[in-house]
């Protein structure tokens, strides 16, 4: 969360209420001074787009300012979704959400920014404050097409900045992000699909094995509810039978995780935060990560092994409810209510304790699991969750 002078911005959800209903005032501000054709404002479904982060701004939780960064390449972001409450303009709240969102740019480490708005008189002063800000004329850029009615608009940045500059400039907007802040007592993440970028482990090792295409169907069938996490597991059993501890690891090691987890999980735990890694996959997985990065507790399917060398034999099968059921359990013995949790996840194995935790933050989440979390975000660094995570 980043202080705003006064106010507070930060990534939210708009699918909530008062967001939406600030929406649909800037939709029909937009739809009123531009003809259909003419008319790009996103709309809900567009703004849960995964390319899309959501930002908005609010005083003393009084939402009065929302802004939109969308990602075009990599090298490329666009703002979307700039607006200010009618009974909150004239303040420069519109400087500062505009000023936040350089930021991320700049953090993320995209060379330009552009955005599309109106030619319309109505705009004037949105263009003028663009300006101000070093924008400068263009010409259309990713879908959009010439028009009279659209003023295109771009901000070149100055390449890569220097290292040191780089790492102020993180440390700064982290700082802004997470100071203060008031957590949930117990965060769970999930792995695969959430820690583990865009696979899971099951997958990871298969291609690693030869046989991808075989844990494909299995994965698939999986999502789609057909089969359970004891299928993908015996199945897994035989493929690594006679396979070492060790080369299942340095294989995990090497794979893409998610950005930012060591100080995502230093940050919570240094406030007191106990962090958990609640998972179905293989538990040798989640110790590798609780090793590596500190959870206080983890979970997970558990393999036959004798002196380092893994069997053909599932010793502990570990499903969905076995994941609510080992949340529960840690509670428990701490007296510690599931209100005061908060779990991040990412599809259908994090439904059961999305709905029975205080806060539940769907991350680059299948529409399953988006549908039943209480916040929605899409990030390739974990930190951009740590907002979301507080009370």
Known sequence: MRRASSGSISVEDPRAIDVRELLLAHLAFTGSHSPPGDMHALDLDGLLDPSVTFFSYREDGELVAVGALKRLDSSHAELKSMHVAQAARGRGIGRE???????????RGFDRVSIETSAQPAFAAARALYASAGFTRCGPFGQYVASPRSTFMTLELAGSLDPPIAEQLRSAVFDAMTTPANYYPVVVFDLDGTLLRRTTVSLLLAEYLGHTETFDELERSFAAGEISNRAIADASARCYAGRTTSEIRSVLAAASWI??????????????????????????AAELLQERHGFTSVSGTELQITNEVVGDVVSRYFDEHDKLRFVEGWCAERSISLADVAAVGDSRSDIPLFRRVGRAVALNATPEAQRVATHVIDTEHLREVLPLLTR
């Open 97 to 107: 959400m505009l000023d936040h969102l350089l930021g991320m740019v700049r953090e």
């Open 259 to 284: 950005d930012g987890i060591d100080e995502t999980v230093r940050t919570l735990a240094e406030t007191g935060t106990h962090v958990l890694l609640a998972t179905i996959t293989w538990r040798l």
